[in-house]
């Protein structure tokens, strides 16, 4: 299996509570379909340099993963026909950091 970050922006309307719900969603998704979920980071709500579908914030989360790449491509198309999410990308890497994400929003902050 290969490791991927996979890192979505999700509407700013929505609460931190629904996009855990979303999250975890995709998470016992891609558990079915055969998939890891490595680490989770939530980055909060940031502004974005340009307007994606006519919002100028969302809710930043990257899951990192180990997967198929077939299992990555059907949790791909899931995370792609929800409204709620209005970007994703995906990176294949070697291996993931043991630190929290210097993006990743904690309690403290």
């Known amino acids: 299996m290969a490791l991927y970050e996979s890192?979505?922006?999700?509407?700013?309307?929505?609460?931190?509570?629904?996009?855990?719900?979303?999250?975890q969603n995709f998470i016992d998704f891609l558990k079915h379909a055969g998939g890891k979920l490595i680490k989770q980071e939530y980055w909060g709500v940031r502004n974005f340099a340009y307007t994606i579908k006519k919002q100028k914030k969302g809710h930043y989360v990257m899951l990192c993963i180990e997967a198929e790449p077939e299992a990555l491509e059907s949790l791909n198309k899931k995370i792609s026909t929800r409204e709620e999410v209005l970007k994703l990308i995906n990176f294949k890497v070697d291996a993931f950091s043991a630190n929290t994400s210097n993006l990743a929003k904690t309690d403290e902050d």
Request: glycine share 0%.
């Open 7 to 23: 890192t979505f922006i999700a509407n700013q309307e929505l609460t931190s509570k629904q996009v855990d719900d979303l999250a």
